[in-house]
C-alpha cells in the first residue's frame, strides 16, 4: 500500500528512468550529487550487504545504489518526516521497497531501530554549511538539509562511526573547503582515506569531493585522480555520463 503524502510535489527520474524520484517542489531538490555518492559507494564483501544512507532526504542516493546492486540492502534515515514519507513512496514506485527502509530519525542520536555496529557501509550528503557562517535559504525544509543546526558535521561523522562495523566503509560527499575538517574529523578512528574530487570541467579547481574511508583501519590516505564531470562545453563527460545515466561505479 503506498504511503499517502501531502507535500507538494514532483515526478522526476534518475539512472536513465529506473529511479522514480518524487521530491517537493518547493525547496531542497535532489540533483547529482546523491548519484554519485551511491556510486562511490564501496563493492560489499559478499551479497547481502547492509548500507546505510545517513539524511537520506527522498532517497535519491539510497534507491541508485539498491538499483544499481542489487544484493544491498538499504537504510535510510530522514530527520524531517515528509522527506521520509517520499522517500517511501519513491521505493514502491522503483520497485525496490523489499530492500530499501526508511526510518524518520537523526543520525546523531542514533535512532533505537538501529543496533550499532550493525551496517557495512554508510553513505551520507551532510549539509555543506556550517551555521553562523551562512545564509540559509527561506524554505525551512531546505534550509535544514544545507545548513548544520545544532548537528555538527563531527555529529555527523559520530554517528556513522557507531552504526558501522569494524574494518567497514564510511563514504561522505561535501565541499572541498571543507576536507580538512572532514579529515581531521575522521582521524584517528578511521583509516585508508581516500579523497575523490569532482572537477567541474577540465583546469578547474573543484568544488565538491567524495570522501571514502574504513572504520579502525590504519592504511594511509590516499587522493585519487578524480571525475571531471563536465567538457569545455558543458556536456557531462562519458564517464560522468556513464555514471548519471546508466548507473555505473564511480571508477577512480
Known sequence: ??????????????????????????????????????AAVPAPNGAGAHVLDAGCGVGA??????????????????LQPALAALARVN???????DRVTIIAGDIASTPATLAAASFDHVMANPPFHEAGRHTPPPDAAKALANVERGTTLGDWIDGCHRL??????LTLIHRADRIDEICARLYPRFGAVE?????????????????????????????????????????????A???????????V
Open 195 to 239: 579523497v575523490v574530487p569532482l572537477w567541474p570541467r577540465q583546469g578547474r579547481p573543484a568544488r565538491r569531493v567524495i570522501v571514502r574511508a574504513r572504520k579502525g583501519v590504519r592504511s594511509p590516505a590516499a587522493v585519487s585522480s578524480g571525475l571531471v564531470l563536465h567538457e569545455s562545453d558543458g556536456r557531462y563527460t562519458s564517464e
Open 61 to 78: 542516493a539510497a534507491l541508485c545504489l539498491a538499483v544499481r546492486r542489487p544484493d544491498c540492502r538499504v537504510v535510510g534515515v530522514e
Open 164 to 169: 558501522l562495523r569494524p574494518t567497514a566503509w
Open 1 to 38: 500500500m503506498t504511503e499517502p503524502v501531502t507535500t507538494a510535489a514532483t515526478e522526476d527520474r534518475l539512472l536513465g528512468g529506473r529511479v522514480v524520484l518524487r521530491q517537493p517542489a518547493v525547496g531542497y531538490r535532489a540533483a547529482i550529487d546523491p548519484v554519485l555518492l551511491a
Open 91 to 97: 521505493a514502491q514506485a522503483t520497485g525496490v521497497a
Open 241 to 251: 555520463e556513464a555514471i548519471l545515466r546508466d548507473g555505473a561505479a564511480l571508477a
